[in-house]
RNA sequence: CGGGGUGUGGCGCAGUCCGGUAGCGUACCUGGUUUGGGACCAGGUGGUCGGAGGUUCAAAUCCUCUCGCCCCGACCA
């Protein structure tokens, strides 16, 4: 491609307002520009880095057997109703104004299973996978960090169909190994995380995350291997036990006392004895929830453990008819209405406890949770704190902000059953068809790839993801008509033995395309230039390394060969 | 949705507090000189200052409403 015909509108100066490394690169390298808050054109160089993405994706999703769709963004809102996603996913789908009945699709499980419905009827028509690479619809309350979260994405989605829930492990274990050759040939360092599965239901979920200051995931990470989302992690941190055994439950004033820390210094109280009450309304109901000292409640965990996601912290105002007493005082003893208690495992039969009396500016000490007050039951609902043991290995934790780039899911039967796809097994008996399903965020890979792969004067790309392989920069060809034929014989020869050439012939100076270069960050550098040319060389720039080599011209195409070999 | 910020030639910004000829850099056009790390000289094109309404002799500037965008939070597959 001749530079001097080619789209690629580079920038020296950016808007203050881009933050993060890669929504900056993307734009000073002429790749992207943004329309609206989360909405992106992909210009001609920045297409190109998507469709080799998008190849790498079809290579190994097909060679796990996976067949490409082209699924319909534009969904009818029945089937959405029929899997009770309209309401699930609530403002994060978009509904057409001016046709009744139609929605976006921000997923595909619906569309996936319908096809399912329609044609799998036997246990013989499967394993089926099935797959598209499809712009995706999603009206996030807050796009941000550039096109790392947008109202408009391309997703790499994948779906499963078997005839058991062992068959399912097969496919899922299919795609886990496809998506490691994927992140690996893309060559992001990458790990892979237990997940809470949220909204899209089924039993069990692992991610692909990419260590990212622009991450708005947050992982729990060990040198042994062990990570996991916040969302999901544990450590090692043991329970509070018993203290004061035998003693009685007494009440005491603290009047001044409305945090765990007051607690903490006004009465020289430590942490394990202490019991945080937090109210919930769960489903509407309140709940009480015991957490140890200062130990943060994680919703996430409180979801998974009541199983939806219609849950709130209490309004201050409803704490008193709830539990009798205001934020500071409140504690499972004495409670003035009968609510469900849990408590976090830390507590687990814990004694000689310090927690609220429900009478403001009152505690109880001495609460043994087995002889005072009735825990409905112990849940793991603590987040993790960086520096805690790692409980598979002892050693200490560390917390790390991640970017989600890609997830898969066991589903289960919850579309199948929903839209009553359902096939006959060996024995003439109908069952619903066992799925998963399967993402990755096209722009996401692109994006964490750019975050790992920069310096000061641009993108640095690998081999996979270059948009072109070499960059082909000819200084002041149009005043030297040697090197102008020069070049073009390299060009010409390069692009025959399938190389893809980006040829500088603009009239710019050597200063220009030697910044645009670095900035565009392709592999492999050839300069042409008056003064190695002129002894029969060309000079050749690793971008990574920064090293060049002089070049014999009649040895550039081996060595560049050589470069490209493996 | 709450909090903070912002909107001025294509792009990046100043000017707004304190009303009075719309400015700088860059890009672009013409001519000339230059050419190994974002060249120089000279001349030139281009803006109803996000939008609507109001105050005023006079509004980028003051007031009211409104829209867009960015950041933090909430939310998030």
């Known amino acids: 491609m001749r530079q001097s015909e080619y789209f690629i509108p580079t920038l020296k100066e950016l808007a203050s307002e881009t933050q993060i490394p890669s929504h900056q690169m993307l734009l000073r390298a002429g790749m992207v520009r943004q329309i609206g808050a989360g909405i992106f054109s992909f210009l001609p160089l920045g297409y190109k880095v998507v469709k080799k993405i ?51 699709a921000p997923t595909h499980e619906e569309i996936i299973t319908v096809h399912a419905r329609q044609h799998v009827k036997s246990y013989r028509d499967m394993p089926q996978i099935w797959y598209q690479i499809q712009t995706k619809f999603r009206n996030e309350p807050r796009p941000k960090s550039g096109i790392l979260r947008g109202r408009q994405f391309i997703m790499k989605d994948s779906y499963s169909l078997d005839s058991s829930f062992e068959a399912l492990d097969i496919s899922y274990d299919k795609h886990f190994e496809a998506y490691k050759r994927i992140f690996d040939r893309c060559g992001l360092e990458y790990f892979i995380v237990g997940a809470s599965s949220g909204a899209m239901g089924g039993r069990q979920s692992q991610e692909f995350m990419v260590e990212s200051d622009a991450g708005e995931d947050v992982c729990a990470v060990c040198d042994c291997g062990y990570a996991a989302n916040t969302e999901v992690a544990t450590s090692d941190v043991g329970t509070v036990g018993r203290a004061f055994e035998g003693e009685a439950m007494e009440e005491f004033a603290t009047p001044n006392a409305k945090t765990i820390n007051d607690l903490k210094e006004q009465f020289e109280l430590p942490e394990d004895r202490l019991a945080k009450s937090v109210v919930y309304m769960i489903d509407s109901k309140p709940v009480l929830i015991l957490m140890r000292g200062n130990d943060e409640l994680n919703e996430a965990k409180l979801e998974s453990v009541f199983g939806t996601n219609n849950l709130r912290p209490a309004d201050t105002d409803e704490l008193p008819e709830i539990t009798g007493a205001n934020a500071g005082s409140i504690g499972p003893v004495n409670l003035k209405t009968k609510i469900q208690i849990v408590a976090d495992n830390r507590l687990l039969d814990a004694g000689g406890m310090v927690s609220g009396a429900n009478k403001d500016g009152f505690h109880f000490k001495n609460i043994d949770f087995k002889r005072d007050c009735k825990i409905d039951a112990y849940h793991d609902l603590r987040s993790v704190v960086p520096g805690e043991k790692c409980s598979k290995c002892g050693e200490p934790l560390r917390v790390v902000k991640a970017i989600e780039l890609g997830h898969i899911f066991k589903l289960g039967t919850k579309y199948s059953e929903a839209l009553g796809a359902t096939f006959l097994n060996s024995e003439g008996k109908e069952n619903p068809i066992v799925m998963g399903s399967y993402g990755i965020g096209v722009e996401r890979v692109l994006a964490c790839f750019i975050e790992h792969n920069y310096d000061d004067n641009g993108i640095v790309w690998n081999k996979a993801l270059s948009p072109y392989h070499v960059h082909l920069i000819g200084l002041n060809i149009q005043k030297f008509e040697n090197l102008k034929e020069g070049c073009e014989k390299i060009y010409n020869e390069l692009s025959a033995l399938g190389f893809e050439v980006l040829y500088d012939d603009r009239n710019e100076s050597p200063g220009v395309k030697f910044n645009d270069a670095d900035l565009l960050g392709l592999p492999l550098q050839l300069v042409v230039g008056k003064k190695s040319f002129e002894n029969g060389n060309v000079e050749l720039k690793n971008r990574a390394t920064g090293e060049r080599d002089i070049v014999p011209v009649e040895e550039l195409v081996a060595k560049v060969q050589e470069y490209f070999a493996d």
Do not use: C, S, Y
């Open 54 to 104: 998008m190849e790498i994706l079809r290579e190994e999703i097909d060679g796990i057997g996976g067949q490409e769709f082209l699924l319909p963004a534009l969904n009818p809102i029945e089937i959405w109703e029929q899997t009770n996603r309209v309401e699930a996913m609530g403002d994060v789908m978009f509904h057409i104004k001016n046709r009744d009945g139609l929605v976006l």
